[in-house]
C-alpha cells in the first residue's frame, strides 16, 4: 500500500498512515477462529481418547476368543527366553536349556486348580500353585517382587518343581491376592522380566458361584469324613460334596454378577500391554484340545495333559441350586439370563 505523505512547509512532514483493508481484517480474523477451533478439537480428542469404557461382554461374550485364544501383540508370539541361575542349586547339563516365566491370573473357583494340575503333568513345566495366598508375601511390592523373583530364579520348591530341567516356570494368582492393587508395579515387571501371563476365565460366573458357596460351606460342615478337601481324587467324594445344594442371595444376585464381571474386565483391561493369553474354563472342559493353545503359547513340546481331579458339580445348574426358582425368576429376562441356560456336558 501506497503511504501518502504531505508538506506543510519546509520544516514541518506530516506522514499519513495507510488505510486498513477490510479484507486483510476479515483474513486475519478468520485465521485466528480456524487456529482455535483446531485446538479445541485437538483438547477434546485427547479427552475422550482418554476415557475407557470397558464392558465385559465385549470380552467374553464376543465368542471369537473360543476360536482365537491369543491376544497378544503379533510382534510378542514368541516368548522370552531365560537362563537363571538359582542359588540354591545347579542347573548342571540344563544350564543351557532356556526357561519360560508365566504366571496363570484367575479368581478362585475358576477350574484354576484343575487347569494348574495339567500343566504340572507335563515333563518340562513347574507350576508352584497359589503361593500369594500366604499374607506375607503381598503385604507391599517389596514382599511381591522378592517372591516373585524366588520363583523365576528357581530358587521356590514346591511338590511341583521340576527343578534344572524345568522348560516353564510359573505359578497361580488370584485377584484378591494383591495383583490388583499393585497392578502398574506388577505389569511393569511381567514386560520386564519377559512374564506370560495366563488368564483363566469363567464363561458363567453363577456356576462359580454354586462353587465358592459349596465351597465355603464344607470349610465348617467338613463333609467328608470330618475333613475339608477344595478338590477331590474320586468319584465318591465329588457325589458327596455335591448333595449340598447352596441358596444363591437374589436381592445381591444382579451386583454380584456385574461385581465379577467388572473385576474380570479391570484385571484385562490393566495387563493389556503384556504378553497374554484368555483361556476359558468351560472351552477346555468340552474341549481338551484348547490345551494344545497354551503349550503353543508357552512354545512346549504338545504333550497329552491329564488331571486326576474329579469335577463336583455336573449337570444342570438347576440340579445344583437349593432356591433355584428365585434365582430363575430374578435373571429371566436380564442381560444375565444366558447363565440360566449355560450349561455343558463332560
Not at 80 to 99: M, W
Not at 145 to 162: G, R
Not at 203 to 219: G, I, K, Q, T, Y
Request: aromatic share 10%; charged share 25%.
Amino acid at each position: 500500500m501506497v503511504e501518502y505523505i504531505y508538506f506543510l512547509n519546509k520544516d514541518t512532514v506530516i506522514i499519513k498512515p495507510p488505510k486498513k483493508s477490510p479484507l486483510f481484517l476479515r483474513t486475519v480474523v478468520v485465521l485466528f477462529a480456524m487456529v482455535c477451533g483446531v485446538c479445541i478439537c485437538l483438547i477434546c480428542l485427547r479427552q475422550i481418547g482418554s476415557i475407557t469404557v470397558t464392558k465385559f461382554q465385549d470380552i467374553q461374550i464376543t465368542e471369537k476368543s473360543s476360536q482365537d485364544s491369543h491376544i497378544v501383540d503379533p510382534e510378542r508370539r514368541i516368548p522370552h527366553l531365560h537362563y537363571p541361575t538359582p542359588k540354591t542349586f545347579s542347573r548342571g547339563e540344563c544350564a543351557h536349556n532356556p526357561v519360560r516365566f508365566f504366571a496363570i491370573l484367575s479368581t478362585q473357583r475358576s477350574g484354576s486348580g484343575w487347569f494348574e494340575t495339567l500343566l504340572n503333568s507335563h515333563v518340562n513345566v513347574s507350576s508352584n500353585g497359589e503361593i500369594f495366598s500366604v499374607m506375607g508375601r503381598r503385604k507391599n511390592i517389596s514382599t511381591i517382587i522378592e517372591t516373585l523373583d524366588n520363583v523365576y530364579n528357581l530358587d521356590w520348591f514346591t511338590s511341583a518343581s521340576k527343578n534344572e530341567c524345568s522348560a516353564a516356570v510359573g505359578f497361580k494368582w488370584m485377584f484378591n491376592q494383591g495383583l490388583m492393587e499393585h497392578h502398574r508395579e506388577i505389569v511393569d515387571y511381567f514386560n520386564r522380566r519377559g512374564v506370560s501371563a495366563i488368564f483363566l476365565l469363567r464363561r458363567n460366573p453363577l456356576r462359580r458361584m454354586v462353587s465358592v458357596l459349596a465351597n465355603s460351606h464344607d470349610r465348617y460342615a467338613k463333609l467328608l469324613n470330618g475333613t475339608h478337601k477344595s478338590h477331590v481324587h474320586s468319584q465318591e467324594e465329588a457325589d458327596a460334596l455335591s448333595r449340598f445344594k447352596p441358596t444363591i442371595n437374589s436381592t445381591s444376585l444382579m451386583s454380584d454378577l456385574k461385581e465379577v464381571e467388572m473385576k474380570a474386565a479391570m484385571a484385562l483391561e490393566y495387563f493389556n500391554s503384556t504378553r497374554h493369553i484368555i483361556i476359558y474354563y468351560e472351552d477346555i472342559v468340552t474341549n481338551p484340545m484348547k490345551l494344545k493353545d497354551v503349550l503353543e503359547f508357552l512354545s512346549l513340546p504338545q504333550l497329552e495333559l491329564t488331571s486326576r481331579q474329579i469335577k463336583i458339580h455336573k449337570g444342570p445348574l438347576a440340579e445344583h441350586v437349593k432356591n433355584w426358582d428365585e434365582v430363575f425368576k430374578t435373571l429371566n429376562g436380564t442381560e444375565y439370563e444366558q447363565f440360566l441356560h449355560m450349561d455343558y456336558k463332560v
